[in-house]
């Protein structure tokens, strides 16, 4: 318990609980699908306010673009604080860390399994969607879903898409998700429908009524991970097909709501496999998908080392106490490996060292710390 009690006094633990709260705005119908936060908001979470970088580069590769947008919001990120995100902002973080909690033995993870996640990065969001992607027959997103009456008075569902794709969607099949006023969905799987919808171009898709009498919302999401679907699938999306957090936030809540968890434990039985491993890991490993998976980590991971403002040591103050290393959540020799890569610039070492040998400095600063440090250890 009370090492529960300490993580709440933690100012990342308040950053990330409020972050993680602003990505969910669409709880209150508040929604920015062309927007990508810093780090993980599935797309095909129902309460998702924003996209998520890793899956959204992702499909950008697999229909032959260049992710510009993202990839340069987050090397500005990056070049700014590092890892910055990873210690303060990611609700995936903070919640890996309280699971960390419950009383078990805790284990340490060799070095080597910290590279893994660059592959992630590497081979299943950006190498993969890009060479196995440029066949796909194309990809209709959800810009307008709505309800409307036809002449004789009867509601019907209605959604514009655009098919973002580099080839034609012949005959899509969607599926519209309408809520009564019960508060329960009504699923309406609309049949093929008799077009032709070529890259780059809108078109508006009358579903068939169901019983709308009562309906009071509309809800259909653009996403692998969850509902409308279209007859053209999206095999390419490699991470999002596994991604744990996309499991959590997107799929099991849309088979809940779907009345389809069983299914959802049979047909993917992988993803729920995935999951269920880092959740147990993060037991006994400290942030264990942080550490060993996650592709966007990987990302910012790779700008540590240049970020302008970043965690440094004092190595003339130190007394290699070893208290910073204990408390480190990734486990690193801090004295060694402080603003290293594997670095999450959260600051646990700096309040705990006796001698305030650790501090956040710009990277000029910074520069001039290691050379002194380098000229007293030669005078030692």
Not at 43 to 50: E, I, L, R
Not at 107 to 117: A, D, Q, T
Not at 218 to 228: H, L, T
Not at 352 to 363: G, H, T
Request: charged letters at 20%; proline letters at 7%.
């Amino acid at each position: 318990m009370e090492s529960i009690k300490l993580l709440f006094l933690k100012i990342r633990f308040w950053t990330a609980g409020i972050f993680g709260l602003l990505l969910h705005l669409n709880i209150f119908k508040v929604r920015f699908p062309n927007i990508c936060a810093p780090t993980y908001s599935c797309h095909g979470c129902p309460w998702a306010s924003f996209g998520c970088p890793a899956g959204a580069a992702a499909f950008q590769f697999s229909i032959g673009k260049f992710p510009a947008a993202i990839i340069g919001t987050m090397l500005l990120i990056g070049a700014a604080a590092g890892r910055i995100v990873c210690g303060f902002l990611c609700p995936v973080g903070l919640f890996q860390d309280v699971i960390h909690k419950i009383p078990s033995k805790k284990l340490k993870l060799p070095k080597w399994i910290g590279f893994i996640k660059y592959g992630v990065l590497a081979l299943l969001v950006i190498i993969l969607p890009f060479l196995m992607g440029q066949d796909q027959s194309g990809y209709l997103e959800f810009t307008k879903i709505e309800i409307l009456k036809n002449e004789r008075g009867k509601r019907y569902p209605q959604a514009t898409v655009i098919n973002n794709g580099n080839k034609p969607v012949v005959n899509p099949e969607i599926e519209f998700f309408v809520k009564n006023k019960d508060g329960k969905t009504i699923s309406k799987k609309s049949k093929v429908f008799n077009i032709t919808i070529n890259p780059g171009e809108k078109a508006v898709l009358a579903g068939d009524p169901p019983k709308l009498t009562w309906a009071k919302s509309i809800n259909a999401v653009s996403s692998p991970q969850a509902a409308p679907t279209q007859d053209i699938p999206i095999p390419y999306l490699y991470y999002c097909r596994i991604c744990p957090v996309g499991t959590l936030t997107a799929a099991i809540p849309t088979a809940i709501e779907k009345n389809s968890f069983v299914n959802l434990i049979k047909e993917s039985f992988p993803r729920i496999a995935v999951l269920l491993f880092f959740l147990i890991g993060a037991v006994f490993i400290s942030r264990l998908f942080c550490r060993a998976f996650c592709p966007i980590g990987a990302f910012y991971a790779l700008t540590n080392q240049f970020a302008l403002f970043r965690p440094s040591i004092d190595k003339t103050l130190c007394v290699q106490c070893g208290k910073c290393s204990k408390i480190c959540p990734v486990g690193l020799n801090v004295p060694e490996d402080i603003g290293s890569p594997e670095c999450l610039a959260c600051g646990d070492c700096m309040k705990i060292c006796p001698k305030k040998a650790l501090k956040r400095e710009f990277a000029f600063l910074n520069d001039s710390a290691d050379k002194t440090n380098g000229k007293q250890n030669k005078k030692e």
